[in-house]
C-alpha cells in the first residue's frame, strides 16, 4: 500500500520513542508486533506499511519507506509512512531504482547491493546524489538511512530507508535500530509470504474439494439418468418415456426426432411427455430444438458425437445422433438449466438406451408391418366381408377402428416405358424398411404389398388432428400423405413415386373396390403422370376409371381428345380451356363465359369448334360423359396437364 500514513488493519503507531533504553525496548516488540499482523491476515502493503511507521517511531523521522525487490532487477515501494502518493508513485514508474551496476545508486539500491546500511547526512549537499537530488527536493527530505532486508539464505528481500526533514549524523545505535527492524520485517514478510502461499494451497484445495464434490454430485445425476432411461427401455415406456427423463434432468425438454426431422417425441420437465407442443412457448422451444438437430443432420449425422450448440436464439442445446448399427435413426435434443450435465465425457453411454429402445420400437413395428400386410390381403379379399367381425377385433389389436373412414394409398413407382405396368420390385424388406420409416406415424397405417406395389390404408383425421369421421380431409391427412410419400421415394432413390390416393373409405365392402380402383388408375400411370393422384379430385368419373383395362382406356382417351390436344392447332390450348371450364360450371355456357370472363358467344363458338373436331354432340349426355372420362384418363397419365 503506497501514500497511507496510517493503516487500521496493521495497528497504531504511538508517537516517536525518547530515550536510548525506551528506543531499544521498543524495537524488541517490534517484531511481535510485525507477526500479530501476520497472523490477523495483513496484507503484505499493510504489512510493510507498518514496517515503515515502526522506522519513524524509532528513529524519529518524517518519512519512512519499504521497498522490495522485484522482476530481479528493480526496487519498488511495497510500504510507505509520510510519503506522497506522487513520490511513491514516482519511485515505483516514472524513475524506478534498479539493481544493475549501470543504473545510478540511490542509498536504498547501495545498501541491498552492498549489503549493508547506507547512511547520508545531507542528500543535497553530497555530490553522490545529484541525479536524485530533485526527488528529494520533491519530498523535503534532507538526510536519510538506508537497511537492506535479507530472508533465509541471505536472499536480497529489499530495503527499509528513513527519511528526516533536517540535515542529520545518524549515530551507531540509529543504524543497529533500523538493521534490526529490517531484520524482523524480513522475517514478518517471509512469514506473510508462507501464510499466504498456504492460503492459496488451502483454497487450490477446497477448489479442487469443491469440484471434486460437482464431479461426484455430476456423476450420480448421470448414473441416475442412465437408470432411468434403462427403466424406460425396461419398462416398455418408449420414447415418450425416455425424453420424459432426460427432461426432467436437466430441468427443461427434451425432444426425439427422426431422420427427416420429424417429432417422435416430446417432454417439458413437470409437464410429461407428449405428441404435440401444448402451447406456445412450447412450440418455439421445440423449433429451437429442431433447428439444432437440422444443422448437426446438414453437417453429416454418421460418426458425429454428442456435443453443446446454441439454438438460434442463443440458447444452449445439447444434441446427440442415435444410430442403430452404424445406422443414424434420429436426434436426441434436451435444453434447460441441467443441459451442461450431458456435456460431460462421461455421459457417451446416455444414448446406448436410446439406441436400443429405437432398435425394440423399430423390431416391433417390423412385426407389427407383417401383421398389418397380413391383415390387409385379408381386408381386400372377396371374402372379407364375411368374416367382418374377426377383421374389425384383429385390426383393434394393431389401433385401428374399421368402422371409421380411411384413405387408401397405392405407392407405384414410374414405369420404365409407357404404357408398361410397373415391375413387381416391392419386396418384403421394403415393406420393413418402410415400417422403420413410419415408426413414429400415429395413428400406424396398415401397409402391405399388394401386386409388387406398396398400400397403406390411413385412418382419416378430424379437423382437430385425430382420427374421426370428417367428411372433409383435414391437414393431417395431407400431412401423412407427404410422410408416405417422402418414405416411398427414400425407398426408391433411383425412380419417381406415384401416389393413388382415394378418400373416404367406409366399411370393409369398400375396401376391395377402392383397391381396384387404384389398381386401375395405375395402369395409366405413365413418366409424365403427377407425383400425387388423387382419385377423389375427378368426382363421379373418377370412379369411372375402374370401367377398363388400363390399355384400353389409354387407348380411347388418345383417340377421342387427340385432335383438341394436336400441338400444331393454334387454338388447341384454348378450346381445351374452354372444354374444361365448360365442364366444370356444369355444362352452362352462362357460367363457363363468366369463369374465363369472355362473352357469351365467344364460349358457344368454341364449343362448337369442339364439337367439330371431336366428332361429339355437347348436347348428348354420353358424348359429355366419354369426354369427361378422356380428359381424366389423360391427366392420370400425364400426357394432359391436370387443370
Known sequence: MTGRRTSQAAGAVAPPVAGSDHRWSAAMSISADLLRAVNREATVPDLLALAARHACRLLGTEFAAVFQVADGDRLVVGGSHGLSAEYV????????????????????????????????????????????????????????????????????????????????????????????????????????????????????????????????????????????????????RGLA????????????????????????????????????????????????????????????????????????????????????????????TA????????????????????????????????????????????????????????????????????????????????????????????????????????????????????????LALVPERGPEGCAGTSAEPAHGDDAALALLAESAAALYPDRRVHVLVKRGILGISAYRSSYLLLVRAAELLTAHSPDLVDIDSFGLYGVMLDSGPGEALSDFSRRLLAPLMNPSAASGSHLTSTLENWLASGTSVNECSKRMYLHRNTVAYRLRKIEELLGVDLSKPDDVLKIQLAMVVATVSGWRPAP
Not at 420400437?361 to 372377396?382: G, K, M, N, V, W
Not at 366381408?385 to 385390426?395: D, I
Open 89 to 236: 508513485a514516482l519511485v515505483n514508474n516514472a524513475e524506478p531504482l534498479t539493481l544493475s551496476v549501470r543504473s545510478f545508486r540511490t542509498p536504498s539500491t547501495s545498501a541491498v547491493l552492498g549489503g549493508h546500511a547506507i547512511a547520508l547526512s545531507d542528500a543535497l549537499a553530497d555530490p553522490d546524489s545529484a541525479q536524485w537530488a530533485d526527488m528529494a527536493k520533491m519530498q523535503g527530505y534532507r538526510a536519510l538511512l538506508a537497511a537492506p532486508m535479507h530472508g533465509l539464505g541471505g536472499v536480497a528481500l529489499g530495503s527499509i530507508t528513513a527519511y528526516s526533514r533536517a540535515v542529520r549524523d545518524f549515530t551507531p545505535d540509529d543504524v543497529r535500530l533500523i538493521e534490526l527492524l529490517a531484520e524482523h520485517t524480513a522475517g514478518a514478510l517471509e512469514a506473510a509470504g508462507r501464510r499466504d502461499a498456504q492460503n492459496g494451497e488451502v483454497d487450490r484445495l477446497r477448489l479442487e474439494t469443491s469440484r471434486a464434490a460437482a464431479d461426484v454430485e455430476r456423476y450420480a445425476r448421470l448414473l441416475h439418468l442412465h437408470v432411468e432411461l434403462c427403466d424406460a427401455v425396461l419398462a416398455s
Open 241 to 332: 418415456g425416455i425424453v420424459e427423463a432426460v427432461a426432467e434432468a436437466v430441468g427443461g425438454t427434451a425432444a426425439m426426432w427422426d431422420t427427416g426431422l420429424r417429432m417422435a417425441a416430446w417432454a417439458g420437465a413437470g409437464a410429461g411427455a407428449g405428441s404435440v407442443p401444448i402451447d406456445g412457448g412450447a412450440d418455439q422451444l421445440l423449433d429451437g430444438l429442431r433447428s439444432v438437430a437440422a444443422a448437426e443432420h446438414a453437417a453429416g449425422g454418421e460418426g458425429r458425437a454428442a456435443a453443446l450448440r446454441e439454438s438460434p436464439d442463443g440458447t444452449p442445446v445439447w444434441v446427440a445422433p442415435i444410430s442403430v448399427h452404424d445406422h443414424l435413426r434420429g436426434w436426441l
Open 335 to 454: 435444453s434447460g438449466p441441467g443441459v451442461e450435465l450431458l456435456s460431460a465425457p462421461d455421459s457417451a453411454g446416455l444414448t446406448l438406451p436410446v439406441a436400443l429402445e429405437l432398435q425394440a420400437t423399430q423390431h416391433q413395428a417390423e412385426i407389427e408391418a407383417r401383421i398389418a400386410s397380413d391383415l390387409l390381403s385379408e381386408l381386400l379379399a372377396d371374402t372379407a366381408e364375411s368374416r367382418a367381425p374377426m377383421l374389425r377385433s384383429r385390426a383393434e389389436a394393431l389401433g385401428h377402428d374399421l368402422r371409421a373412414p380411411h384413405f387408401a394409398a397405392l405407392l407405384s413407382p414410374t414405369p420404365t416405358a409407357v404404357g408398361r405396368r410397373p415391375e413387381r420390385i416391392a419386396q418384403a424388406r421394403d415393406l420393413a424398411r418402410l415400417a422403420a420409416r413410419l415408426v413414429h406415424m400415429s395413428p400406424r397405417p396398415l401397409i402391405g404389398i399388394m401386386d409388387g406395389k406398396l
